[in-house]
Structure formats: structure tokens, C-alpha cells
């Protein structure tokens, strides 16, 4: 089955810890995609890459960090520097054409006391 | 750059009825647009994109959508809303060029009624 799989579902932190989301996909799509979603905001994109080794800012980039050393791995680290890091987390893929939708995977939420 | 807006944060319809949910989109030239919908602690799933091939776009789950150009806007529509039509859906913008980043409105929650 082809698809996309964040680990774990759910994830407790303490204040001031860094902890990094898992994000992989096997349906061999050249761009992934780091969201964050909070109450009434819609998705607001941190984080994405196009091709493997390279990767840019989204909109919201400030206290993240991610990686992208493989096709199929996605992983993106919530810093100590994000002010206001409880959330849910999506990741998505696509082929990397506007036209091509994006595949969600189903979500990590952040809880940071 | 591509924005859209959702109008109404939340919709309540009964069981049978038709489902509206609007959608404007700002864009210097013709976009890619996408709906999708999001059960409560999941990810989002597609119900049906318009990339200009036709403009009433046909998805899953009995959705469709009509692009209008005139009006900027891609409202999705069912003809009658069964319980399991509750969710949150949003709706999505995308350029033809660049960075294919999506934009996504602030979304709108459905509520069915029985």
C-alpha cells in the first residue's frame, strides 16, 4: 500500500526539548511538505522540499529545522526556539507540479507543557 | 501570489439537504484550485481539484465544485448531505509555476443534522 506514515500519532514534551516529527513516503513523489494546523487557522506551511538535499522556508520556518537526505524521508525538528510549538503536524508529498495534489499523511499532534 | 478565502467558519445543515460551501480564490492568472476534507485527528484527503480541463469538476463522495472565472470562485456543492459528510473541508490554491507551495483558506466545519 502506498501512502504516507508520521510516527507517533501522539507526542508529549517538556518545555525547552527538542523533538523531532517522523515523516516518510513511498510513493516515490519528488516534493514534501511540513504543515502545522491550529483551531481556525486553516494549514500554514513551515517547511518544503523539491528534490532531495535541498529544501526551503515556508511561511511560518521560525524555531524549525528539517532534513532531506533521502527521497523518502521527511523529518522535521521543533526547536527549543519555537515560541508556541504545541499543535498538530501534518506532512504531505507530491509528484512537484502545481497541478498534482498533495497526499496527506495523518497527522502527529505536539503537546509541549 | 495565490490566496483564498473560505466564507463561513461553520455550516449547519439537516440530513438531505444541499451543501454550499464557499470558496474565492485571488490570483493574477488562472490557478489550480483543490478541495479537501479533514475527519477530526486526521489528514486531509482530496475530494476533487479543477486544473482547467473542465469547469464543473466531479470528486468523490458525491462533491462537485464549479470554476467560475467571472466571480473567482469555486464553490463545492452536494446535492443531499448524509451524517458522515461532517467534517471540516478546505479549500486550496496553487500557481502554475514557481514553487507549487498550496495555500489553504481558514476552512469550514459541517455539521449534519439529523
Known amino acids: 500500500d502506498g501512502g504516507i506514515t508520521q510516527s507517533p500519532k501522539y507526542l508529549f514534551r517538556k518545555e525547552g526539548q527538542n523533538v523531532t516529527l517522523s515523516c516518510e513516503q513511498n510513493l516515490n513523489h519528488d516534493a514534501m511538505y511540513w504543515y502545522r494546523q491550529d483551531p481556525g487557522q486553516g494549514l500554514r506551511l513551515i517547511y518544503y522540499?523539491?528534490?532531495?538535499?535541498?529544501?526551503q522556508k515556508g511561511d511560518i520556518a521560525e524555531g524549525y529545522s528539517v532534513s532531506r537526505e533521502k527521497k523518502e524521508s521527511f523529518p522535521l525538528t521543533v526547536t527549543s526556539a519555537q515560541k508556541n510549538p504545541t499543535a498538530f503536524y501534518l506532512c504531505a508529498s507530491s509528484m512537484g507540479t502545481g497541478r498534482n495534489e498533495q497526499y496527506f499523511g495523518p497527522g502527529t499532534r505536539l503537546t509541549v507543557t | 501570489a495565490q490566496s483564498v478565502t473560505q466564507l463561513g467558519s461553520h455550516v449547519s445543515v439537516s440530513e438531505g439537504a444541499l451543501v454550499l460551501l464557499r470558496c474565492n480564490y485571488s490570483s493574477s492568472v488562472p490557478p489550480y484550485l483543490f478541495w479537501y476534507v479533514q475527519y477530526p485527528n486526521q489528514g486531509l484527503q482530496l475530494l476533487l481539484k479543477y486544473t482547467s480541463a473542465a469547469t464543473l469538476v466531479k470528486g468523490i463522495n458525491g462533491f462537485e465544485a464549479e470554476f467560475k472565472k467571472s466571480e473567482t470562485s469555486f464553490h463545492l456543492t452536494k446535492p443531499s448531505a448524509h451524517m458522515s459528510d461532517a467534517a471540516e473541508y478546505f479549500c486550496?490554491?496553487?500557481?502554475?509555476?514557481?514553487?507549487?507551495?498550496?495555500?489553504f483558506g481558514a476552512g469550514t466545519t459541517v455539521t449534519v443534522r439529523a
Open positions: 486550496a490554491v496553487t500557481g502554475r509555476s514557481g514553487d507549487y507551495k498550496l495555500s
Open positions: 522540499s523539491q528534490i532531495v538535499n535541498d529544501f
